[in-house]
């Protein structure tokens, strides 16, 4: 039902501005002096108070804006990447497990990543050691011979051991092509996908959902194919139409919805931000209600062209799931990118995700497919592991750490960021990019938490190298703090009491701001209900809503 009433969590009496403060603060820089380094500013934090002078430039919060939860950052578990860690936990146990907790532990407070979101191929990629499907006998539509374990075992173990580390770990899967025998090539390394298969091919992906469940893996998404106007005879890729693909997923909905995972989402395009406003919105068109949302990758377009989408289906999710550097490339100049185009430009830009390509590889770029020419110059992967079982994080791994503090839950259970509203004003506005995010905390009395990922790009002047600090002020709910941003990344945080500011939820087909009603002063006119209401997924509203014509409190409603 659609609601044009503006509801509030109205409270007994205003509440007051307390005292925020600034105590946490983690930082990477151009230099490398710093790098993913915390800082605690106990006992002399930084202090929010009567606004004052502004800075040269003026981050100004604004809580009252509120848009999409971010679900994670991550990486790619190839197969070269699983045999990489696979190895290193042979060779070295005791570093392999450092290193997987330094990637993936999301503990409030620890000294690690926090990387939560993982994508897997489904078969061979061009990172695998040989080229195979989960069945690979020619016209077995049936599927009698589908076995999952034609993946090599190390794939299982290596996430079997990351997902010991972080239980909030969403599992992405997705096939680089389908069986050979489903294409016109006759095999996996490019070629187009055939009509007549598309059944078959739903339960091929049924099945291969069936098998991860089967060994304990529970699977957040799904996509169809991998970049799906690529076509490459060197590895797994494959050609398939937007109807195609809408068709697909239209059998594989009714199939998963019947076996147990009517909440899995199927993700659908998984390419290039260029054709945002064509091949996923045309995907759309023809399948709009099987479809959670569609991904994309860096290799060619803008990261504005995601708008392109969001435009035409507002309701629809955003993921960016791809995007690789390569061996050789100058590491400050590939944060500024990073932060820029995927880890705050991405989000900005309506993405719940931000990922990398292979989560590990060798200091070559290897191991690859034989004969693929996908990576050249070399992949680079988040973390380089070395064959005397010492390993290195990349750029890739900075600038996504950066980011992936501010939005993981802040309890056990607790609600994902959420990424909020937020102006650069000053003199030296174009000198920061800026995200900022708000999480909501597992008991509603809790503060919550609010983190700024901030990029000081300011190293020039007149062309000349020349790294400047940025005196910062920021600006939130009419105070004021002061902070000089290094040239670099940096992530920081505070706290500060739900006052009920513009938790959005989904009413219908209508968006519904709440928002304080004492500093509003909201008037409602008749009664308000809530019957079939659905909240927004990981919204962090927790409060109560009255009717105007008695005051009577009709219902206490929880958005986790």
């Given at each position: 039902?659609?609601?044009?009433?503006?509801?509030?969590?109205v409270?007994t009496c205003?509440?007051?501005?307390f005292?925020?403060?600034?105590?946490?603060?983690w930082?990477?820089t151009?230099?490398?002096s710093?790098l993913?380094?915390?800082?605690?500013?106990?006992?002399?934090?930084?202090?929010?108070?009567s606004p004052?002078?502004?800075?040269?430039?003026?981050?100004?919060i604004?809580?009252?804006q509120?848009?999409?939860?971010?679900w994670?950052?991550?990486?790619?578990?190839?197969?070269?990447?699983?045999?990489?860690l696979s190895?290193?936990?042979?060779k070295?146990?005791?570093?392999?497990?450092?290193?997987?907790?330094?990637?993936f532990?999301?503990?409030d407070g620890?000294n690690?990543?926090g990387?939560?979101?993982?994508?897997i191929?489904?078969?061979?990629?061009?990172?695998?050691?040989?080229?195979?499907?989960f069945?690979?006998v020619?016209?077995?539509?049936s599927?009698?011979?589908?076995n999952?374990?034609?993946?090599?075992?190390?794939?299982?173990?290596?996430?079997?051991?990351?997902?010991s580390?972080?239980?909030v770990?969403?599992i992405?899967?997705?096939?680089w092509?389908?069986?050979g025998?489903?294409?016109?090539?006759?095999?996996?390394n490019?070629?187009?996908?055939?009509?007549k298969?598309?059944?078959?091919?739903?339960n091929y992906?049924?099945k291969?959902?069936?098998?991860f469940?089967?060994k304990?893996?529970?699977v957040?998404?799904?996509?169809?194919?991998?970049e799906?106007e690529?076509s490459n005879?060197?590895?797994?890729?494959?050609i398939m139409s937007?109807?195609?693909?809408?068709?697909?997923?239209?059998?594989l909905?009714s199939?998963?919805?019947?076996?147990?995972?009517?909440?899995?989402?199927?993700?659908?395009y998984?390419?290039?931000?260029?054709?945002?406003s064509g091949y996923p919105i045309q995907?759309m068109?023809?399948?709009s209600?099987?479809f959670a949302g569609?991904?994309f990758?860096?290799?060619?377009g803008s990261?504005?062209?995601?708008?392109?989408f969001?435009?035409?289906?507002p309701?629809k999710d955003?993921f960016?799931?791809?995007?690789?550097g390569?061996?050789?490339s100058d590491?400050?100049?590939?944060?500024k990118?990073?932060?820029d185009?995927?880890?705050?430009?991405?989000?900005?830009?309506?993405?719940?995700?931000g990922l990398?390509w292979?989560?590990?590889l060798?200091?070559n770029?290897q191991?690859?497919?034989?004969?693929?020419?996908?990576?050249s110059?070399?992949?680079?992967p988040v973390?380089t592991?070395n064959s005397d079982?010492s390993?290195?994080?990349?750029?890739e791994?900075?600038?996504?750490?950066?980011?992936?503090?501010a939005i993981?839950?802040?309890?056990a259970?607790?609600?994902?960021g959420?990424r909020?509203?937020?102006?650069?004003g000053?003199?030296?506005n174009?000198?920061?990019r800026?995200?900022a995010f708000v999480?909501?905390?597992?008991?509603?009395?809790?503060w919550?938490?609010?983190?700024l990922?901030?990029?000081?790009w300011?190293?020039?002047s007149?062309?000349?190298?020349?790294p400047?600090?940025v005196?910062?002020t920021i600006?939130?709910?009419?105070k004021?703090?002061?902070?000089?941003f290094p040239v670099?990344?940096?992530?920081?945080?505070?706290?500060?009491?739900n006052?009920?500011?513009?938790k959005?939820?989904?009413f219908g087909?209508s968006?519904?701001e709440?928002?304080?009603a004492?500093?509003?002063g909201?008037?409602?006119?008749?009664?308000?209900?809530?019957?079939?209401v659905?909240?927004?997924e990981?919204?962090?509203?927790?409060?109560?809503?009255?009717?105007?014509?008695?005051?009577?409190?009709?219902?206490k409603i929880?958005?986790?």
């Amino acid at each position: 039902m659609r609601f044009s009433t503006v509801f509030a969590s109205v409270l007994t009496c205003a509440v007051p501005i307390f005292s925020q403060q600034i105590y946490d603060i983690w930082t990477t820089t151009w230099d490398r002096s710093q790098l993913f380094t915390y800082n605690n500013l106990s006992p002399n934090p930084i202090n929010f108070n009567s606004p004052g002078a502004k800075g040269s430039a003026d981050i100004v919060i604004n809580d009252a804006q509120t848009y999409q939860s971010v679900w994670g950052y991550g990486a790619s578990l190839t197969d070269s990447s699983a045999l990489i860690l696979s190895n290193l936990k042979a060779k070295n146990s005791d570093s392999y497990w450092k290193l997987l907790k330094y990637l993936f532990d999301p503990t409030d407070g620890a000294n690690s990543a926090g990387f939560s979101y993982l994508r897997i191929p489904l078969g061979a990629s061009d990172f695998s050691a040989t080229v195979y499907s989960f069945d690979d006998v020619s016209g077995d539509t049936s599927l009698q011979h589908f076995n999952i374990n034609k993946a090599p075992s190390y794939l299982f173990s290596v996430l079997n051991d990351i997902r010991s580390i972080n239980n909030v770990l969403r599992i992405h899967i997705l096939p680089w092509s389908p069986p050979g025998w489903m294409k016109d090539s006759g095999t996996m390394n490019g070629g187009n996908f055939l009509d007549k298969y598309s059944t078959a091919y739903a339960n091929y992906l049924l099945k291969s959902l069936q098998a991860f469940k089967s060994k304990g893996v529970n699977v957040y998404a799904i996509g169809i194919q991998n970049e799906p106007e690529n076509s490459n005879p060197t590895y797994p890729t494959c050609i398939m139409s937007p109807a195609q693909e809408a068709q697909v997923a239209k059998t594989l909905r009714s199939l998963m919805n019947k076996n147990g995972f009517s909440g899995v989402k199927i993700i659908g395009y998984d390419h290039n931000w260029i054709d945002a406003s064509g091949y996923p919105i045309q995907l759309m068109n023809d399948d709009s209600n099987d479809f959670a949302g569609v991904a994309f990758h860096c290799y060619a377009g803008s990261v504005s062209q995601q708008d392109a989408f969001h435009a035409a289906y507002p309701k629809k999710d955003i993921f960016f799931t791809e995007c690789s550097g390569t061996y050789g490339s100058d590491w400050w100049s590939d944060i500024k990118w990073y932060m820029d185009n995927i880890f705050i430009g991405a989000i900005e830009h309506n993405a719940h995700s931000g990922l990398m390509w292979n989560l590990a590889l060798d200091g070559n770029g290897q191991p690859m497919l034989p004969g693929t020419n996908s990576c050249s110059p070399p992949c680079r992967p988040v973390v380089t592991v070395n064959s005397d079982g010492s390993w290195s994080v990349n750029q890739e791994f900075y600038a996504m750490a950066q980011a992936s503090k501010a939005i993981l839950p802040r309890d056990a259970g607790g609600p994902w960021g959420k990424r909020i509203g937020v102006s650069v004003g000053g003199s030296l506005n174009w000198a920061l990019r800026v995200g900022a995010f708000v999480t909501g905390r597992a008991n509603s009395n809790d503060w919550l938490r609010y983190s700024l990922v901030v990029l000081n790009w300011d190293d020039n002047s007149n062309g000349s190298w020349k790294p400047t600090p940025v005196k910062t002020t920021i600006e939130f709910r009419g105070k004021q703090a002061t902070y000089t941003f290094p040239v670099g990344v940096t992530t920081l945080w505070w706290y500060a009491p739900n006052q009920g500011h513009s938790k959005r939820a989904e009413f219908g087909d209508s968006v519904v701001e709440f928002v304080n009603a004492t500093e509003a002063g909201v008037e409602f006119s008749g009664e308000v209900t809530l019957e079939d209401v659905v909240g927004e997924e990981d919204s962090d509203f927790d409060g109560t809503v009255y009717t105007k014509s008695n005051g009577e409190k009709i219902k206490k409603i929880r958005f986790n």
